[in-house]
């Protein structure tokens, strides 16, 4: 069973699809907005733990690399701010690569971490080093001073999976009423 008590996106589709796999209170809105977090407190009596995949469209290629001029990459700033809200002691982001280098990702997480004592670790996972295929995220783990700083290590390389069909041998035929769900 998860202990995830609240999970909150804008997306309602993306709360349908969490709802399939999990039982947590379910909101559809912003995560900066005061009734998000006052509802998210009255589900959660506050949050130990926060997660976030904030927003990559501003700080990827194909989301043209605004930055903060994307009004998206508030996204990152209201879940910090409702991390402090719920008075969580962790926090776990994630986000495309280029996210780590950019300057507004880096300010945020400086002016977090000045304002709260946090410590942030942060590295980057490639997930070609365990699986085949190219997917890179950078992770970060703010912690409460009272935790203290959180190790993050990168994945190591696993040479003896070069392709999916060392994973996958076979592609196997759906029952039909599986196949039917999925359409």
Known sequence: SSDLQVA???NQRMLDLYSKVGEAHLICGDVGDRNVVSEIWRHSSGAATVTSGFSCQPFS???DCKSHEDDRSSSLTK???TAYYLQSQLI??????????DGFVRNELSHFMKCTGFH???TELKLDHVWPCRRHRSWWILSSPDIGPVELKAWPVLQNIQEVQQVIPDIRFWASNDEHQLA
Do not use: H
């Open 61 to 63: 290629t194909l989301g």
């Open 8 to 10: 909150v996106d804008q």
């Open 92 to 101: 776990i982001l994630e986000c495309v690569a280029p996210a780590s280098q």
């Open 120 to 122: 942030c670790t942060q």
């Open 79 to 81: 879940t910090l701010k």
